[in-house]
């Protein structure tokens, strides 16, 4: 019980710490699009993207629905898509430069649709425990079928002692929320512009 309360304590604090950062320039921003032109979104559940697929996951429920809540909180008009068959078949790589053909099968889901993309998803333990977590994101305009928007949401988190290796089972899910959480850091709200420039 104490060991429950002390995690919540520690999930808690790590995730507005990740809610506390302010608005940053995109990895990727297509510079033919300005904020006003996106007013709903559909988000897709996650592809699967891990070399390591050992820790349990729903790409829906922990990935394209806080994801969703999060773009709700900017005022977007957002819909997060439990099953798309779609999905099955695609790569990270398949995303980066966007064939048209590919993009004109999801136009059903709207004009602009973003795909969650899960990376990483790890923990250990040594005197104490560890997690890492990482999430890409690709918002593709399904109209103009191109890329418009790509970001990427880091998570890691970690408690020494015997308190953090009594946590180590639920480590890689707390740096997966992290990640997820800051996986739409760069995306301003809604009819705001995107911070100039893009990071490296």
Not at 87 to 110: C, H, Q, S, W
Not at 158 to 178: D, E, N, P
Request: net charge positive; glycine share 8%.
């Amino acid at each position: 019980m104490k060991t429950t309360a002390i995690y919540g304590l520690f999930l808690l604090s790590l995730l507005l710490l990740a809610g506390c950062a302010s608005l940053q320039p995109p990895l990727y921003i297509n510079p033919g699009y300005n904020n006003n032109e996106i007013q709903q979104i559909t988000v897709l559940p996650a592809l699967e993207g891990r070399t390591d697929k050992s820790k349990d996951v729903s790409m829906f429920s922990d990935i394209a629905k806080p994801i969703a809540k999060q773009m709700t909180s900017k005022k977007y008009t957002v819909t997060a898509v439990q099953v798309c068959p779609e999905i099955a078949n695609l790569l990270e790589v398949d995303l980066r430069e966007p064939d048209p053909e590919m993009l004109a099968t999801f136009e059903k889901y709207g004009r602009f649709v973003a795909f969650p993309v899960l990376l990483d998803m790890s923990s250990k333990v040594s005197f104490g425990s560890s997690g890492n977590a990482e999430v890409a994101m690709y918002m593709m305009d399904t109209q103009n079928k191109c890329l418009v928007w790509r970001e990427k949401g880091i998570g890691a988190c970690g408690q020494g002692g015997l308190v953090g290796m009594a946590m180590v089972g639920t480590m890689a899910h707390s740096a997966l929320k992290i990640a997820v959480a800051n996986t739409t850091k760069s995306l301003p709200a809604k009819g705001q512009p995107f911070i100039n420039g893009v990071r490296k």
